[in-house]
């Protein structure tokens, strides 16, 4: 059962708990996952795992390969492994902080498209199957709470 969720729930809840200046230790709760150990490249952090900004890339690019695969075997296509590549830039907002306003990945078949049934549907349809790309796409509303250690809450900004 390794990664299975153990509930129909569509929440997704993961804990993260801070193991180091800047690493996390993650964990899927639900799931019979391994912990995910993340951490922020040096100077801040000493890069001992994936970094926020890795780990958004890895998602978008991993739901945009599951998705075409998906859409491929929709269309009862047996499609050979693929390979997804990401490449994106940090660049600096008008407040000079880093953001990543693009991202460009490329999915490599090992298929000639010739030989997929139905190739032009799928590529017509597959991101829209991508629930972290449509999410990234349309903008995620994410509500942030701080409590402090007497239970205390406070909104940022607020």
């Known amino acids: 059962m390794t990664g299975s969720t153990k509930t129909d729930s569509p929440d997704i809840r993961i804990l ?5 200046p800047y690493a996390f230790r993650v964990d899927f709760e639900g799931t019979d996952l391994e912990a995910l150990h993340t951490d922020e490249p040096a100077p801040l952090g000493a890069g001992a ?12 690019a991993n739901c945009l390969g599951a998705s075409l695969l998906f859409a491929l075997r929709k269309f009862k296509n047996e499609p050979g492994p693929i390979r997804a590549e990401i490449v994106a830039r940090k660049e600096r907002n008008a407040e000079g902080r880093w953001r990543i306003p693009r991202a460009e990945v490329v999915i ?22 991508c629930i972290v790309t449509q999410s990234v796409r349309d903008g995620v509303d994410v509500a942030v709470r701080i409590v402090d250690a007497d239970g205390v809450s406070r909104t940022p900004g607020g």
């Open 16 to 20: 993260l708990e801070q193991e180091g």
């Open 49 to 60: 795992g994936p970094n926020p900004s890795a780990i958004l890339l890895t998602s978008i």
């Open 108 to 129: 490599h078949l090992s298929d000639k498209a010739a030989d997929l049934e139905h190739f032009d549907r799928v590529i017509a349809q597959f991101e829209q199957f």
